[in-house]
């Protein structure tokens, strides 16, 4: 990956607030410029820990969320009030204490929703709502151990999609086993991309990505943006940067 910007927080609750805080900068920025941003929100630990941090934070009184639209990068196809479902636990953490509109909250269909069981079609009807160029401001995307961001994994059929925007995801090795996710090509099409992962666990795959990694064996390393692609990371998952890597800020 090149032209990567790389900004190094001291420890994971810094990378959150500080990530929460780059967010409402950035949705602030957008709506003064009169325009609605359109932010695709990922699971994991830091994608949901930074919603919550926003909520704390007086930040979000500056926000008119009733005029967001809020995608999803990926999701896990369990029923709706599962709490391993990455909108559930979206909403837990900020979506239901703010003023959305909630037909501006797009949320990919749960496994007992209108689709029922049929994740194909589920993600068939998640592809018409983010259309043919999904072009978001933001995705925001975590990162597992194994380099896999949204649920795209390493070998697997997703990361091989060249023309879906949004694809199901069948024997995914992190349970639950059945998902849905925006495939690399849409993610490409965002303004930009943020990759927000912190502790030592991701080190490795942090440092395969800056050292040249394929998307196949390695998906994060396929997740650019169009204008930019930050890695926001911790000292932990910073831990093995690539000797020489530019474009490092250490905010403490
Ligand atoms: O399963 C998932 O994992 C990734 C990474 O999660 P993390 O807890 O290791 O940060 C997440 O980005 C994705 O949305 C989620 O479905």
Same mark, same amino acid.
């Given at each position: 990956?090149?032209?990567?910007?790389?900004?190094?927080?001291?420890?994971?609750?810094?990378?959150?607030?500080?990530?929460?805080?780059?967010?409402?900068?950035?949705?602030?920025?957008?709506?003064?410029?009169?325009?609605?941003?359109?932010?695709?929100?990922?699971?994991?630990?830091?994608?949901?820990?930074?919603?919550?941090?926003?909520?704390?934070?007086?930040?979000?009184?500056?926000?008119?969320?009733?005029?967001?639209?809020?995608?999803?990068? $990926?999701?896990?196809?369990?029923? &709706?009030?599962?709490?391993?479902?990455?909108?559930?636990?979206?909403?837990?953490?900020?979506?239901? +204490? *703010?003023?959305?509109?909630?037909?501006?909250? +797009?949320?990919? %269909?749960?496994?007992?929703?209108?689709?029922? $069981?049929?994740?194909?079609?589920?993600?068939?009807?998640?592809?018409?709502?983010?259309?043919? $160029?999904?072009?978001?401001?933001?995705?925001?995307?975590?990162?597992?151990?194994?380099?896999?961001?949204?649920?795209?994994?390493?070998?697997?059929?997703?990361?091989?999609?060249?023309? %879906?925007?949004?694809?199901?995801?069948?024997?995914?090795?992190?349970?639950?086993?059945?998902?849905?996710?925006?495939?690399?090509?849409?993610?490409?099409?965002?303004?930009?991309?943020?990759?927000?992962? &912190?502790?030592?666990?991701?080190?490795?795959?942090? +440092?395969?990505?800056?050292?040249?990694?394929?998307? *196949?064996?390695?998906?994060? %390393?396929?997740?650019?943006? /169009?204008? /930019?692609?930050?890695?926001?990371?911790?000292?932990?998952?910073?831990?093995?940067?690539?000797?020489?890597?530019?474009?490092?800020?250490?905010?403490?």
């Amino acid at each position: 990956m090149t032209g990567v910007e790389v900004v190094v927080h001291r420890d994971t609750t810094d990378l959150n607030v500080s990530t929460a805080a780059r967010l409402a900068a950035k949705l602030v920025q957008i709506q003064a410029q009169g325009r609605v941003p359109r932010i695709a929100l990922t699971g994991g630990g830091s994608g949901i820990g930074l919603l919550a941090e926003l909520n704390a934070s007086p930040a979000k009184d500056d926000i008119d969320f009733s005029r967001i639209e809020f995608y999803w990068g $990926d999701e896990r196809f369990v029923p &709706g009030q599962d709490p391993e479902r990455n909108e559930k636990q979206a909403r837990d953490a900020l979506l239901d +204490h *703010v003023r959305v509109d909630p037909a501006k909250v +797009h949320p990919m %269909a749960a496994s007992d929703g209108e689709f029922g $069981d049929d994740v194909d079609r589920a993600a068939a009807a998640y592809a018409a709502v983010v259309g043919d $160029d999904p072009a978001f401001d933001v995705v925001m995307l975590g990162m597992g151990p194994e380099g896999h961001v949204a649920s795209i994994f390493p070998e697997s059929p997703a990361v091989f999609e060249q023309a %879906a925007t949004v694809v199901a995801v069948r024997d995914c090795p992190k349970p639950p086993p059945t998902r849905m996710s925006l495939t690399l090509p849409a993610i490409r099409r965002a303004d930009e991309v943020w990759i927000i992962t &912190g502790g030592d666990g991701k080190a490795d795959a942090v +440092h395969r990505a800056l050292s040249g990694a394929g998307e *196949v064996e390695l998906p994060v %390393a396929g997740a650019t943006g /169009r204008t /930019r692609t930050l890695f926001l990371l911790d000292r932990g998952s910073a831990a093995r940067l690539p000797a020489g890597q530019s474009g490092v800020t250490f905010t403490a």
